[in-house]
């Protein structure tokens, strides 16, 4: 069954313990949490101490996603801060990094992703693919959530599924119109934002995406 992560760029954060609550009693099954530095990407978010407190608020394991420019001067900030998931960028960070990363994270539990932007090509994650837990697709040019679905993606996520075995994430304007055609070309989790969060009933919305009528 597909995984649903609900990324909490789209909640209302002057509540955002209540905002958690209610997306996992909804039935989800991962929080994602985007990071912007500014630099990387065109807006800012959240750094590790807000992570550290949300840690508090649920059990569900955090997906956090690193958009920034620097992420290995930080990533130790974001374990300690209790991420179950961590992806970094190919964009910003070199394929040995990536392999050094992997074996860090490894001993404490932490899964690895790696992410790639809509123009990246997948040659460039190619490298690695052997080396991550999973990957995190673009299908929005990271910044800011509520953006429109690229529909070109979906090619590339087929690309990827035929020779790629691991789990397949899928990262921007996933909805409940275009989730049945990701979910046919292989994707494992689908991570929504502005879909969830502004659903008059979040838990159809849920099963919209995981396809159960
Ligand atoms: C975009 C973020 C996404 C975003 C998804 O830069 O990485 O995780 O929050 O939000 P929606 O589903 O609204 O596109
Ligand atoms: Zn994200």
């Known amino acids: 069954m597909i995984k649903i992560a609900a990324s909490i760029l789209s909640a209302n954060f ?25 630099d990387f990407v065109p807006n800012i978010t959240f750094g590790p101490q807000l992570i ?12 956090v996603h690193l958009m920034i420019k620097q992420p290995l001067r930080y990533i130790e900030d974001f374990i300690k801060a209790g991420s179950d998931m961590l992806t970094l960028h190919i964009e910003t960070t070199s394929t040995l990094d990536i ?26 994650i ?49 909805n409940g119109k275009n989730a049945s055609l ?10 929504s934002g502005s879909y969830l969060f502004k659903a008059k009933d979040i838990q159809k919305a849920i099963k919209k995406l995981k396809g159960i009528s």
């Not at 550290?52 to 997906?63: A, E, G, H, M, S």
């Not at 990701?182 to 991570?191: H, M, P, S, T, Y």
Request: aromatic content about 4%; cysteine-free; proline content about 4%.
């Open 14 to 38: 002057s509540k955002l313990a209540e905002e958690i609550k209610k997306v996992e009693q909804a039935g989800v099954d991962l929080i994602h949490i985007d990071v912007m530095d500014g």
């Open 52 to 63: 550290n407190d949300i840690r508090k608020v649920t059990k569900l394991p955090f997906d």
């Open 99 to 124: 392999k050094k990363q992997k074996i860090s994270l490894a001993k404490k539990g932490i899964k690895l992703g790696v992410s790639l932007n809509p123009s990246t090509s997948l040659k460039k």
């Open 126 to 174: 190619e490298p690695v693919l052997n080396i991550v837990d999973f990957v995190l697709v673009m299908s929005v040019n990271p910044g800011f959530g509520g953006q429109e679905f690229i529909p070109e993606v979906v090619n590339k996520i087929k690309k990827l599924r035929s020779f790629y075995r691991g789990v397949i994430s899928v990262d921007g304007g996933v």
């Open 182 to 191: 990701l979910r046919k070309v292989g994707v494992d989790i689908l991570a």
